[in-house]
């Protein structure tokens, strides 16, 4: 055994990294779809620190649910991705993802999470499950603004993340049908994000590039991302954010 594969396998035994894994290669990664507005002021100034905090909210695609392991979810890889590109930055993603959550109950738990973990910015994935339980779209949008009042007196920054969108042909009676619901309630959240000056991504929309990733990015469930789609929605995130935040 020569000394680059001896120092491989001592490395392995003793459980280091794995190199950081990034989009696949069908995955057109670009910022255009993450809309800053001007409202990262106080994640530019982390930045400029040496030190970025975000809390990432919603329900089973912040979770990670669809992943094949923990760390090729949403928020691991956001964190790595932004670190690749704001080097010199400690950056700390931290999960509070739950499944099977509405804007309801995501803004129940909203200030205790803020206060809990004194981010620099929130990033709030929403809609997908309203709109899969048919809860009347004003319903919805009291509650994100039930939310944005607690984020306005937390003087946090907020990156809103729209709806999924679902596969066309899906055999599943309870999801067919549905992305014209969520291609409105994203439409919506962008109208609302420059409404209170917010940043937006617009994943609905980002979703429809994915033509060639595996299964457009969704996994066997036709719900719940699949590795590539993670991967994907990830970087261009960490792209539209380190983007806004240089």
């Not at 970025?52 to 912040?62: C, E, N, Q, V, Y």
């Not at 803004?107 to 004194?118: N, T, V």
């Not at 595996?214 to 954010?241: F, K, M, Q, S």
């Amino acid at each position: 055994m020569n000394e680059t594969a001896l120092l491989a396998a001592v490395l392995l035994s003793v459980g280091a990294p794995a190199q950081t894994e990034t989009a696949p290669a069908a995955c057109p990664v670009t910022a255009d779809h993450l809309i800053a507005i001007d409202g990262l002021g106080n994640s530019r100034a982390a930045v400029a620190a040496g030190r970025l905090t975000i809390l990432a909210i919603g329900s089973s695609s912040i979770e990670g649910a669809g992943a094949s392991r923990p760390e090729r979810g949403f928020v691991p890889r956001l964190e790595a991705g932004l670190e690749r590109r704001l080097p010199g930055v400690e950056v700390a993603v931290v999960n509070r993802g739950i499944g099977g959550e509405t804007a309801r109950e995501t803004a129940d738990r909203l200030e205790h999470e803020i206060a809990a973990h004194e981010p620099d910015l929130v990033i709030w994935q929403v809609g997908t499950n309203d709109m899969l339980r048919d809860r009347p779209m004003d319903d919805v949008f009291a509650d994100l603004r039930r939310g944005e009042d607690m984020l306005h007196r937390a003087g946090v920054d907020v990156l809103l993340i729209d709806p999924q969108r679902l596969p066309e042909e899906t055999p599943n009676p309870a999801f067919r049908g549905r992305n014209p619901a969520l291609g409105e309630v994203a439409r919506l959240i962008g109208l609302e994000g420059g409404r209170v000056g917010y940043a937006v991504l617009s994943r609905f929309a980002a979703m429809s590039d994915w033509t060639g990733l595996e299964r457009g990015g969704v996994g066997p469930d036709d719900l719940h991302l699949n590795d590539e789609g993670y991967a994907c929605w990830a970087e261009i995130t960490a792209e539209g954010l380190a983007a806004a935040l240089r």
